[in-house]
């Protein structure tokens, strides 16, 4: 009964309130970034019960199942995870062998139904953007297990998150030791291209492949689609905060570190989009295979040496 | 008001299709968008799919070749939805009204539920022309649900 609630409350609702304030955090530094006023509070809400009351179009000679069942596909997997990872931060005894691989999975689900989502709308730019995501998995994925697997070493070879959370509360956050340092850097640059967001915003380049894998949905399955990645905006900041920086306590002072801690992520997620500009699908490819892979080995040889 | 409109009205994302302008008009629209007037403080978006668009606005002089696609585009955008006709050219064929490739205005293919005249508009132009048909919508429901 008691997960039915934390799936509920914690991995629904407050997800998605913090997602929502997160998306409007993010679009208002944007605007005040380009000396604009930027959009009321409220809108990312607006937004998305505007999208639930619009027609849904279902695009002919697309596969109608797939079509409609990936946006769902995503959004269940974004919640199962943020409910994992609430249970978690909130009773660390709580958590089973293996959570953290449970977590790197589901964490890829969002991606995978984009994916699905823009092959099966049969339109050849979504369908472009759809395979430029999986490239952009591709790359990503390699550098963010390395990172995480420096945790895994630091912590004493533990795949629980709540023994990882509990290490860091007797040893201090992660983040302290250098190989801690240079995986978060590396976990947060994957962070941005998991979020695609710019300069890793290539499956849905505006300017060039117009909305990209998304381009074919409207209504109630674009809706489920933006609150799937507004969502993510809190969910993947979070696990990093879990793995790196000692999670979220809700006691007095430390509340307040836990919000920082969060609204300086967002805040660095922010700046890093708006200072760059978008690059190419191979650049991509390079840049995480190259120098992003090298950094996290680096960092897993520093925390075998014990640094 | 329902639900629906009040958030329609709120989160307006616009799809901005030229149907044969001299593309002064599309530069005045883009325009709306910088820090002077910045339109998304009332949450419009310019969007690049029409799918995800809840206003079409249509620029220039409806001449054969996009009148086609213009339609096509009204018939994908899904509703309900707004059409926004912007500039002189697309109000009467402005002095394209004489060309042997503009047979008919823009409102003899597509519903039009409001236009913004001048050749080009200014932006306040644009966004008075915006304030009026959000009345107008208020307004047109007020008076469904009243009777
Ligand atoms: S109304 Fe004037 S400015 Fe606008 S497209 Fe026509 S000729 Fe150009």
């Known amino acids: 009964m008691i997960y039915i609630f934390y799936f509920l409350f914690y991995g629904f609702f407050l997800t998605a309130i913090i997602g929502l304030l997160a998306s409007w955090i993010d679009r208002k530094v944007t605007a005040r970034i380009q000396y604009r006023v930027g959009p009321p509070l409220l809108q990312p809400l607006i937004d998305i019960v505007k999208l639930l009351g619009k027609e849904t179009l279902i695009p002919a000679g697309s596969s109608k199942i797939t079509f409609l069942m990936a946006p769902i596909i995503g959004l269940a997997s974004v919640i199962l995870v943020s409910t994992l990872l609430w249970i978690n931060n909130i009773n660390p005894a709580k958590s089973f062998l293996g959570d953290l691989i449970v977590v790197l999975y589901f964490l890829v689900i969002p991606s995978v139904s984009i994916i699905m989502g823009g092959f099966a709308s049969r339109n050849p730019l979504a369908s472009l953007g759809a395979s430029r995501e999986m490239k952009l998995v591709l790359s990503y994925e390699l550098p963010f297990i390395l990172a995480m697997l420096v945790t895994v070493i630091k912590s004493g070879f533990t795949f629980r998150l709540g023994e990882i959370l509990a290490f860091q509360a007797q040893n201090g956050a992660l983040v302290r030791s250098w190989s801690g340092v240079l995986a978060l850097i590396v976990a947060i640059i994957c962070m941005q291209a998991k979020l695609a967001l710019v300069p890793f915003d290539i499956p849905e380049a505006e300017t060039e492949i117009s909305g990209g894998v998304l381009i074919e949905y409207s209504g109630s399955g674009l809706a489920i689609y933006k609150l799937m990645k507004n969502m993510l905006l809190f969910t993947l900041p979070f696990f990093l905060i879990i793995v790196f920086i000692g999670g979220l306590r809700f006691d007095g002072i430390h509340l307040l570190y836990g919000v920082l801690k969060y609204i300086s992520l967002v805040a660095l997620m922010t700046v890093i989009r708006n200072t760059n500009p978008r690059v190419r699908i191979d650049q991509v490819v390079k840049f995480f295979w190259g120098p992003m892979t090298i950094i996290a080995i680096i960092a897993v040889v520093l925390a075998l040496l014990g640094r | ?147």
């Open chain 2, 1 to 147: 008001m329902s639900m629906k409109l009040k958030a329609l009205l709120k989160s307006a994302w616009v799809f901005h299709l030229s149907t044969g302008s001299c593309n002064n008009c599309d530069i005045e629209i883009l325009d709306c968008l910088t820090p002077r007037f910045d339109i998304e403080r009332f949450g419009m978006l310019l969007v690049g799919s029409i799918k995800h668009a809840d206003v079409l606005l249509i620029t220039g002089s409806g001449n054969r070749k996009s009148m086609e696609r213009a339609k096509r585009l009204y018939e994908q955008i899904p509703k309900p939805c707004l059409v926004v006709a912007v500039g002189e050219c697309a109000l009467s064929r402005g002095m394209f009204i004489h060309s042997y490739n503009c047979p008919v205005p823009i409102d003899k293919v597509i519903p039009v539920d409001v236009y913004i005249p001048g050749c080009p508009p200014k932006p306040e132009a644009i966004i008075a022309g915006v304030v009026k048909l959000i009345e107008k919508v208020k307004k047109g429901t007020e008076k469904k649900s009243s009777v």
